[in-house]
């Protein structure tokens, strides 16, 4: 029995040491492994600042021939110059992308977009106006307790004088929104109609024929002795889709 055990105890050592033996292989194996990557990662050249910027412009200058890894053709470059040469232009000056559009139109929208600036240079000074005159009528009444100013407000409150003057002020600052908005309608309109004028045809020639025309009329029980009975003057409108 003794001797069985020593032969046990043999051979669990045995399969100890080797066990160790592999464990040693792999650590340094897995050494090896990550030194050779840090060797490699040291012998790769790092990207220096003027690199990355000519990296970065020549991924930026391709991105404007490629949408979606799809190359862009002259046409459609040419397009897209042109819008954004129209939205830039009215955004520097209002009108100024609608004349590089061109068309017909051009000079009905012109008066409309100058138009409302000039309504809105009106509005703006009316407000403005009343808004002055009222808030110096309230300093006037604040500094001199209760004093009146202005003969065209003696039956005004000074709490009234106040309240007005805040109205007015709303008012003229609404009246800087509504013409900020007016001048971005002014781009996005140069921009849309020059995206659809050179990508879409929206000429004068729709295929609209507009003729005259007699449409008949639901017979009746009742006595009808003449022609304009049976049929009704009308409009006919033919349209023909390209």
Do not use: C
């Not at 046990?8 to 080797?18: H, N, T, V």
């Not at 500094?143 to 002020?169: V, W, Y």
């Amino acid at each position: 029995m003794p001797k069985i055990l020593v032969v046990i105890f043999f051979l669990l050592s045995i399969q100890g040491s080797y066990a160790q033996i592999d464990s040693l292989q792999q650590l340094r194996d897995s050494t090896k492994v990550s030194l050779d990557a840090v060797a490699a990662q040291d012998s790769v050249k790092k990207e220096t600042r003027k690199e990355r910027k000519e990296r970065e412009k020549a991924e930026k200058e391709r991105a404007k021939y490629y949408y979606k890894d799809i190359l862009k053709d002259s046409t459609r470059l040419a397009i897209e110059h042109i819008s954004r040469v129209a939205w830039r232009r009215s955004a520097i000056a209002p009108g100024w992308g609608q004349i590089t559009n061109g068309g017909r139109w051009v000079w009905v929208k012109l008066p409309i977009i100058y138009g409302g600036f000039i309504t809105a240079y009106f509005v703006f000074d009316y407000w403005n106006y009343y808004y002055k005159m009222f808030a110096k009528e309230a300093a006037y009444r604040i500094d001199h307790s209760g004093g009146k100013d202005n003969p065209d407000l003696l039956t005004l409150s000074t709490e009234g004088i106040i309240r007005q003057k805040d109205n007015f002020r709303r008012n003229r600052d609404m009246t800087i929104l509504v013409t900020a908005v007016w001048w971005v309608g002014n781009v996005v309109e140069a921009y849309s109609d020059s995206m659809l004028r050179n990508r879409y045809n929206i000429g004068d020639d729709l295929g609209l024929k507009i003729t005259p025309t007699l449409m008949p009329t639901v017979p009746t029980m009742a006595y009808q002795p003449n022609l304009t009975n049976y049929f009704t003057p009308g409009v006919k409108l033919t349209l023909t889709i390209k």
